[in-house]
Protein backbone atom coordinates (compact mmCIF):
# COMPACT_ATOMS: atom_id res chain seq x y z
CA UNK A 1 0.00 0.00 0.00
CA UNK A 2 1.68 3.24 -1.17
CA UNK A 3 1.31 6.36 1.35
CA UNK A 4 -1.53 8.64 0.35
CA UNK A 5 0.52 11.55 -0.70
CA UNK A 6 3.07 9.73 -2.69
CA UNK A 7 0.49 8.27 -4.59
CA UNK A 8 -1.23 11.77 -5.10
CA UNK A 9 2.05 12.65 -6.32
CA UNK A 10 2.62 9.57 -8.31
CA UNK A 11 -1.03 10.50 -10.12
CA UNK A 12 -0.07 14.28 -10.84
CA UNK A 13 2.93 13.79 -12.38
CA UNK A 14 1.67 10.93 -14.71
CA UNK A 15 -1.84 12.94 -15.78
CA UNK A 16 0.98 15.76 -16.20
CA UNK A 17 2.82 13.62 -18.26
CA UNK A 18 0.11 12.42 -20.03
CA UNK A 19 -1.03 15.96 -21.13
CA UNK A 20 1.71 17.34 -22.01
CA UNK A 21 2.24 13.98 -24.31
CA UNK A 22 -1.39 14.67 -25.75
CA UNK A 23 -0.67 18.28 -26.59
CA UNK A 24 2.46 17.20 -27.88
CA UNK A 25 1.01 15.29 -30.49
CA UNK A 26 -0.21 18.88 -32.48
CA UNK A 27 3.64 19.02 -33.34
CA UNK A 28 4.37 16.16 -35.57
CA UNK A 29 8.02 15.08 -34.56
CA UNK A 30 7.35 15.17 -30.94
CA UNK A 31 6.68 11.77 -29.77
CA UNK A 32 3.71 12.78 -27.99
CA UNK A 33 2.01 8.98 -27.94
CA UNK A 34 5.48 7.46 -26.65
CA UNK A 35 5.39 9.71 -23.74
CA UNK A 36 2.54 8.75 -22.79
CA UNK A 37 2.76 5.14 -22.78
CA UNK A 38 6.11 6.11 -20.77
CA UNK A 39 4.47 7.44 -18.61
CA UNK A 40 2.10 4.63 -18.07
CA UNK A 41 5.10 2.38 -18.21
CA UNK A 42 6.58 4.21 -15.46
CA UNK A 43 3.02 4.48 -13.00
CA UNK A 44 3.48 0.70 -13.76
CA UNK A 45 6.17 0.22 -12.36
CA UNK A 46 5.63 1.96 -9.70
CA UNK A 47 2.68 1.30 -8.43
CA UNK A 48 2.91 -2.14 -9.79
CA UNK A 49 0.75 -4.29 -12.55
CA UNK A 50 -1.70 -6.16 -11.03
CA UNK A 51 -4.33 -8.47 -13.70
CA UNK A 52 -5.75 -5.03 -14.99
CA UNK A 53 -2.52 -3.31 -15.08
CA UNK A 54 -1.20 -5.79 -17.54
CA UNK A 55 -4.33 -6.13 -19.31
CA UNK A 56 -4.59 -2.01 -19.61
CA UNK A 57 -0.95 -1.96 -20.61
CA UNK A 58 -0.52 -3.82 -22.96
CA UNK A 59 -3.98 -2.38 -24.90
CA UNK A 60 -2.18 0.79 -24.53
CA UNK A 61 1.25 -0.57 -26.09
CA UNK A 62 -0.35 -1.86 -28.80
CA UNK A 63 -2.29 2.03 -29.28
CA UNK A 64 1.31 3.23 -29.28
CA UNK A 65 2.70 1.37 -31.66
CA UNK A 66 -0.34 1.84 -33.85
CA UNK A 67 -0.60 5.57 -33.16
CA UNK A 68 3.46 5.82 -34.01
CA UNK A 69 2.62 4.24 -37.30
CA UNK A 70 -0.60 5.31 -38.57
CA UNK A 71 1.27 9.40 -39.14
CA UNK A 72 3.96 8.20 -41.49
CA UNK A 73 1.40 6.13 -43.22
CA UNK A 74 -1.84 8.38 -43.50
CA UNK A 75 0.58 11.25 -44.63
CA UNK A 76 2.78 9.02 -47.10
CA UNK A 77 -0.64 7.78 -48.77
CA UNK A 78 -2.15 11.33 -48.79
CA UNK A 79 0.59 12.19 -50.40
CA UNK A 80 1.02 9.13 -53.11
CA UNK A 81 -2.74 10.00 -53.81
CA UNK A 82 -2.16 12.98 -54.72
CA UNK A 83 0.64 11.90 -57.43
CA UNK A 84 3.83 12.09 -55.31
CA UNK A 85 6.87 10.32 -55.87
CA UNK A 86 8.04 7.88 -52.91
CA UNK A 87 11.26 11.02 -53.32
CA UNK A 88 8.91 13.57 -52.65
CA UNK A 89 7.64 12.09 -49.96
CA UNK A 90 10.75 10.84 -48.25
CA UNK A 91 11.98 14.42 -48.49
CA UNK A 92 9.18 16.07 -47.15
CA UNK A 93 9.56 13.94 -44.39
CA UNK A 94 13.12 14.68 -44.09
CA UNK A 95 12.61 18.36 -44.32
CA UNK A 96 9.84 17.86 -41.65
CA UNK A 97 12.16 16.59 -39.31
CA UNK A 98 15.02 19.21 -39.79
CA UNK A 99 12.34 21.69 -39.68
CA UNK A 100 10.83 21.48 -36.25
CA UNK A 101 14.86 20.54 -34.57
CA UNK A 102 15.32 23.90 -36.04
CA UNK A 103 12.35 25.80 -35.62
CA UNK A 104 10.09 24.12 -33.05
CA UNK A 105 7.39 23.44 -33.31
CA UNK A 106 6.29 25.10 -36.56
CA UNK A 107 9.15 24.61 -39.00
CA UNK A 108 8.44 20.89 -39.81
CA UNK A 109 5.33 22.13 -40.66
CA UNK A 110 6.36 24.78 -43.43
CA UNK A 111 9.40 22.42 -44.29
CA UNK A 112 7.79 19.24 -45.27
CA UNK A 113 5.22 20.35 -47.60
CA UNK A 114 7.14 23.28 -49.15
CA UNK A 115 9.53 20.23 -49.88
CA UNK A 116 7.22 18.26 -51.28
CA UNK A 117 5.79 21.39 -53.48
CA UNK A 118 9.54 21.50 -54.85
CA UNK A 119 10.64 18.33 -55.30
CA UNK A 120 7.67 17.70 -57.07
CA UNK A 121 7.59 20.49 -59.39
CA UNK A 122 11.22 19.78 -60.01
CA UNK A 123 10.38 16.34 -61.27
CA UNK A 124 7.64 17.31 -63.77
CA UNK A 125 7.94 21.07 -64.07
CA UNK A 126 4.13 21.01 -63.35
CA UNK A 127 2.82 23.69 -60.62
CA UNK A 128 -0.70 22.02 -60.05
CA UNK A 129 1.01 18.89 -60.44
CA UNK A 130 2.99 19.83 -57.45
CA UNK A 131 0.18 21.21 -55.81
CA UNK A 132 -1.99 18.71 -55.87
CA UNK A 133 1.06 16.06 -54.32
CA UNK A 134 1.53 18.91 -51.66
CA UNK A 135 -2.56 19.08 -50.56
CA UNK A 136 -2.51 15.54 -50.55
CA UNK A 137 0.35 15.50 -47.66
CA UNK A 138 -1.79 18.34 -45.65
CA UNK A 139 -4.42 16.13 -45.89
CA UNK A 140 -3.12 12.69 -45.36
CA UNK A 141 -0.98 14.64 -42.24
CA UNK A 142 -4.59 16.37 -40.94
CA UNK A 143 -6.39 12.76 -41.03
CA UNK A 144 -3.12 11.38 -38.93
CA UNK A 145 -3.80 14.10 -36.58
CA UNK A 146 -7.21 13.30 -35.60
CA UNK A 147 -6.16 9.61 -35.47
CA UNK A 148 -3.67 9.66 -33.14
CA UNK A 149 -5.47 12.36 -30.99
CA UNK A 150 -8.63 9.50 -30.86
CA UNK A 151 -5.58 6.88 -29.77
CA UNK A 152 -4.33 9.83 -27.55
CA UNK A 153 -7.48 10.07 -25.54
CA UNK A 154 -8.01 6.43 -25.75
CA UNK A 155 -4.87 5.97 -24.11
CA UNK A 156 -5.29 8.55 -21.52
CA UNK A 157 -8.80 7.27 -21.16
CA UNK A 158 -7.24 3.49 -20.38
CA UNK A 159 -4.73 5.02 -17.94
CA UNK A 160 -7.19 7.08 -15.91
CA UNK A 161 -9.20 3.92 -15.71
CA UNK A 162 -6.10 2.01 -14.43
CA UNK A 163 -4.99 4.49 -12.02
CA UNK A 164 -8.30 4.85 -10.41
CA UNK A 165 -9.28 1.45 -9.88
CA UNK A 166 -6.52 0.72 -7.86
CA UNK A 167 -7.46 1.01 -3.95
Known sequence: MMIPWLHISLFGLVLVLMLIGLVGLIVPIFPGILVMWLAALGYGVVRGFDTLGIFLFVVITLLMIAGS???????????RHGGASWRSILVGMLAGVVGTLLVPPIGGLI?????????EYLRGRDWQQAWRATRGLALGWGASFFVRLAIGLLILGLWLFWALSKP
Open 69 to 79: VVDNVLMGAGA
Open 111 to 119: AAPAAVMLV
